[in-house]
């Protein structure tokens, strides 16, 4: 009788442990909204979930952006919790890394709007799910004055808000800060007056607006068919610009019906140059960013970001 072949020969063979994930949160303690409690809840969920977990606060302005090109820079997913100034400052940085590391977000921020974009929840154990699901995008992004934008890219009223209201403000009051100096602004400041060249038509307007998706100063609709998903961005153009016009605006805004406005143009657009009859104040994604001109163009580089699910 012959004897039956080794045990080992009919096992298939061991499936190997699969290698846990590698999370670097980047967290920034001087954000609006931070709370180091929500923290230590996503990393608990992380790291039940079988995630190798590192912690990291900033105590510096520019520390995102040398951690994100940071060659031995080695992780599967890079999470900011901060502010959209945080979150856009490492996606500038993370442009030319390719596929990894997934950058993720935990919306710390006043306005969250790259959070609202990509339907991040906003609930510790939510947003953890979401980062082990793992779920993710193609990102695209414009440039504006050579510098990668994500949200929205502006100059006139808007712009001179930003540039005006005190960080400390911003940092305690969160957008209150903002509202309130935009309504004395609204009654001090000169009329802006512009030219604008949008792939190659001239327009005149008292401000104007790119955006790259749908949402502007939080969860407010301004292009319902934009996405960030898209390479595109939207050139929204206002006519007036008096304190009137910038109340009916600020109403429209909390309706998302702008664009309805019979004072708005919107376009889709590739390229254009914003060029000011008097010097004016530029935003890149809620941060001051110098003055006119404007020029924008839509990049050419995708970021693979983690959405929600």
């Excluded at 190798?52 to 031995?72: G, Q």
């Excluded at 950058?103 to 799910?129: C, D, M, Q, R």
């Amino acid at each position: 009788m012959e004897s039956p072949l080794p045990h080992s020969r009919l096992d298939k063979p061991e499936k190997k442990p699969r290698k846990a994930k590698r999370v670097l949160i980047l967290a920034n303690p001087t954000a609006t909204s931070f709370r180091f409690q929500r923290i230590t809840e996503i990393v608990k969920c992380l790291e039940e979930a079988g995630m190798k977990v590192e912690l990291k606060l900033t105590n510096r302005a520019s520390e995102i952006t040398e951690t994100c090109t940071d060659p031995d820079l080695n992780t599967d997913i890079l999470a900011i919790a901060g502010g959209d100034a945080s979150v856009s400052e490492a996606a500038s940085a993370m442009l030319g890394r390719g596929m990894k590391p997934h950058l993720a977000i935990i919306p710390f921020g006043t306005a969250n709007v790259l959070a609202h974009e990509l339907g991040v929840p906003s609930a510790p154990k939510e947003i953890a799910k979401a980062i082990i699901a793992g779920k993710t995008q193609k990102l695209h992004n414009g440039y504006a004055n050579g510098r990668p934008f994500f949200l929205s890219t502006s100059t006139g009223f808007d712009a001179e808000v930003v540039h005006v209201v005190p960080l400390r403000l911003k940092r305690r009051y969160g957008r209150f800060a903002s509202l309130f100096i935009a309504a004395q602004l609204a009654f001090s400041r000169r009329k802006g007056s512009f030219k604008v060249r949008a792939d190659g038509e001239e327009l005149q307007c008292a401000m104007a607006l790119i955006i790259n998706g749908r949402y502007y100063a939080g969860k407010h609709l301004v292009v319902p068919e934009a996405s960030i998903l898209e390479k595109q961005l939207h050139l929204l153009t206002f006519k007036e610009d008096g304190a009137w016009a910038l109340f009916k605006y600020a109403c429209r805004l909390l309706t998302g019906s702008v664009v309805k406005s019979r004072n708005v143009e919107c376009r889709t657009i590739k390229t254009a140059r914003i060029e000011a009859y008097r010097a004016a104040a530029v935003q890149i994604d809620g941060e001051p960013f110098g003055g006119t001109p404007l020029e924008v163009s839509v990049g050419d580089c995708e970021l693979t970001v983690i959405c929600g699910n």
